[in-house]
């Protein structure tokens, strides 16, 4: 998986943590909307995704701009990344 990073997402609303991969070429827009999604279901409910959602740095709390993509945000193997 070369072109993908394998990343530890952490929802403290469900005080959960999964590992996902994410294209290193694509939007943030587009890696929150997958996110999101998964999580709600892996969730079962607790974590209920809606529009104000966002993706976070795990260890700093910068708000990833849903602009950017992962690549260009230093995203890489290993980040983790916070979904409030």
Known sequence: ???????????PAAEKKFDVFIP????????????TAAMSDLTEGKFSADATAVLCDAESGIIY????????????????????
């Open 1 to 11: 998986m070369i072109n993908k990073a394998l990343i530890e997402v952490t929802i």
């Open 24 to 35: 290193y070429e694509s939007r943030m827009s587009e890696v929150k909307q997958l996110i």
């Open 65 to 84: 701009d849903v602009n950017m993509i992962v690549s260009e945000l230093g995203i890489k193997n290993g980040s983790k990344i916070m979904l409030i």
